[in-house]
């Protein structure tokens, strides 16, 4: 079998997978926080038809190697800051740095860039999925909407609550984490990741917005999707090209083929 019809494969598998990512991000290109990949390839293998050699009465020569294919080296998430959304909700936050929020769903603490919360029944300042917003250090945030006409949210992530006749009370601070490799965090789903041995735990705990190296928030906005459009729309096009010419590979290898076979006859 001829080697070129191996590696027309690989290349196939590979460019299938990259575009799989290109989908991927432009599906999530109004996503509220998310953060697009990129994929990279890496040849896998070289077959060596001849070892060099060292010079002696000749000069030297160089090894002879056939590669024997690409695949996949690396999908990254691409942690850029996205654009910055105005919404003028109170509730709704955007981190102008780095950090993510703290989420938990009663077990285990997650992480996320989307700011679109809301107050539930009890009070609890939580995500559209229900999870609960963690405060500096720790702890959910519950605030009672029946003593406030308004809740205000600072940089620092301060939450603030004005009664009626015009008092202010000082309530709780949202927390944000931050991590030495974000990259290494799983997707989960939600617009939520989950912390790994690549990530690490938070670099120091859950802290206050501006604390630690992390951003200051911006009250009233959305930070939406990083996704570049024309980027994607441009890395598809490279896409389809490189599927088209791997499969080209494996129709002229296969020509071959059969004028091989056809010299019997």
Do not use: C, W
């Amino acid at each position: 079998m001829m080697r070129s019809m191996f590696s027309g494969v690989s290349g196939l598998r590979a460019h299938q997978t990259r575009m799989d990512v290109i989908g991927n991000n432009i599906a999530n290109v109004n996503t509220v926080g998310f953060k697009s990949s990129r994929v990279t390839f890496q040849d896998v293998f070289n077959q060596t038809i001849k070892t060099g050699s060292a010079p002696n009465v000749l000069g030297g020569t160089n090894p002879q190697q056939i590669g024997l294919g690409a695949a996949v080296g690396a999908i990254d998430v691409l942690h850029t800051p996205g654009g910055i959304e105005r919404t003028d909700n109170p509730l709704d936050l955007a981190i102008n740095g780095d950090g993510f929020f703290v989420v938990n769903d009663g077990t285990a603490d997650y992480y996320t860039r989307a700011g679109n919360f809301h107050l539930d029944a009890d009070g609890n300042l939580v995500t559209p999925d229900g999870m609960y917003v963690q405060t500096a250090g720790g702890g959910n945030i519950i605030i009672d909407p029946t003593l406030y006409v308004s809740i205000v949210i600072d940089k620092t992530g301060q939450i603030s609550g004005i009664q009626a006749d015009g008092t202010v009370d000082t309530l709780d601070i949202v927390g944000l984490a931050k991590f030495v490799n974000p990259g290494g965090l799983e997707k989960i789903g939600q617009n939520m990741y989950r912390e790994t041995i690549s990530s690490g735990p938070p670099a120091t705990g859950i802290v206050q917005p501006g604390q630690d190296g992390t951003g200051y928030l911006t009250p009233g906005a959305l930070e939406m999707s990083n996704v570049d459009l024309s980027r994607e729309l441009t890395d598809m096009i490279i896409t389809q090209r490189g599927f088209q010419a791997n499969s080209r590979v494996i129709t002229t290898s296969d020509e071959m083929l059969q004028e091989l076979v056809n010299l019997k006859r």
